[in-house]
């Protein structure tokens, strides 16, 4: 090793003592808004895409890159996952994280999504509700008549 490397290790140290710093602070960044999150209790699952290219080896092969809410580790959490699909299916799950949990890289390219999360999600809540409100309406239509026609049956 008769070469001197343009870096020292010390420089590589504060270098790493950066990087951690601004990580950390992200990290705390989302652990305050999936506690918000999971404070309003949508129970609902939205993943809105980071990257997706097509694999140049399997025509038809897609893989992507996804940000989302969802249950990991049996705990709703703002998540991460690699995903894959073809011309003729639904994505498949390759990998997925909570999002503090997930490879540095992927945080930061994720982390530009977080609006179009949440708006999604937002949307994702109302039409929910929406579904609800009429099920609901529904059933107790039916409830309702049924009821009426037990009572008279019980006379």
């Given at each position: ?30 652990e ?7 404070a ?26 996804q ?6 580790n ?33 945080r930061?390219r ?13 949307k ?31 006379k």
């Open positions: 090793m008769a070469e001197e490397s343009p870096f020292s290790f010390h420089e590589l140290s504060a270098a790493a003592a950066y990087l951690n710093r601004a990580s950390d602070e992200l990290r705390e960044t989302i305050a808004l999936d506690a918000g999150i999971a309003l209790k949508i129970g609902l699952v939205m993943w809105v895409v980071v990257e997706q290219y097509a694999n140049p080896d399997v025509e038809g092969h897609y893989e992507a890159e940000i989302g809410y969802a249950k990991v049996g705990r709703w959490c703002i998540a991460l996952r690699r995903v894959v699909a073809d011309d003729f299916g639904p994505w498949e799950v390759r990998e997925i994280w909570a999002f503090n949990d997930a490879p540095r890289d992927l930061l994720a982390v530009e999504k977080l609006p179009n999360l949440i708006e999604e999600l937002a994702k809540a109302v039409e929910t509700a929406e579904a609800v409100n009429k099920k609901l309406q529904e059933t107790k239509a039916f409830t309702e008549t049924l009821m009426k026609k037990t009572t008279r049956g019980a």
